[in-house]
């Protein structure tokens, strides 16, 4: 009885190392950042965003000719007056690196929740193309790949067909 179930496994791992094993490789970097809808996130958090970030282009040129301007006359000016200039560009300076820290975490954020879900449907489509090209296993990260093992042309198109597909219903 055991030599018999010793065979049947026997040849069952022998037919597995006889059929090739078909093995892929998906650049997400590239997914996340040339994909339809990745690049619609971009544009989608640049538009939600575009008015904080004139506002502190705006303030960061007040802020560079404030400095030229106290950098060309504080030779010629009196001293409360150089030392008031001096507190008020240094209160707007500080006012301006906090607004930009809050604008960098707030944009961050709401990129990654977006990019989370752009995420969830790549995946899917690499799911999807594993599937329809009976890939026995998918690699995202790789010291080094055979570029005739890299699929993320093919994850693109199937996130953007899948993408067009679900925004016309």
Not at 1 to 18: E, G, N, W, Y
Not at 108 to 115: A, G, H, P
Request: proline letters at 3%; hydrophobic letters at 40%.
């Amino acid at each position: 009885m055991i030599p018999l179930l010793f065979c049947a496994v026997l040849a069952t791992v022998a037919q597995a190392a006889v059929e090739p094993s078909r093995i892929g490789f998906v650049n997400a970097d590239r997914v996340m950042r040339e994909s339809a809808p990745a690049l619609r996130v971009q544009k989608k958090i640049e538009k939600e965003f575009e008015k904080r970030d004139q506002e502190l282009q705006r303030v960061a040129k007040q802020l560079q000719t404030m400095q030229d301007n106290l950098e060309k006359n504080s030779v010629t000016m009196a001293e409360p007056d150089r030392r008031a200039r001096d507190r008020e560009f240094n209160d707007l300076n500080r006012d301006f690196q906090r607004r930009r820290r809050e604008y960098l975490e707030d944009r961050n954020q709401r990129q990654n929740e977006e990019m989370a879900g752009v995420l969830d449907r790549a995946n899917r489509a690499i799911r999807q193309v594993a599937e329809a090209e009976k890939f026995d296993l998918i690699i995202q990260e790789a010291v080094y790949f055979n570029p005739r093992l890299d699929i993320t042309d093919k994850v693109i198109k199937a996130l953007t067909d899948t993408t067009a597909v679900s925004s016309s219903k």
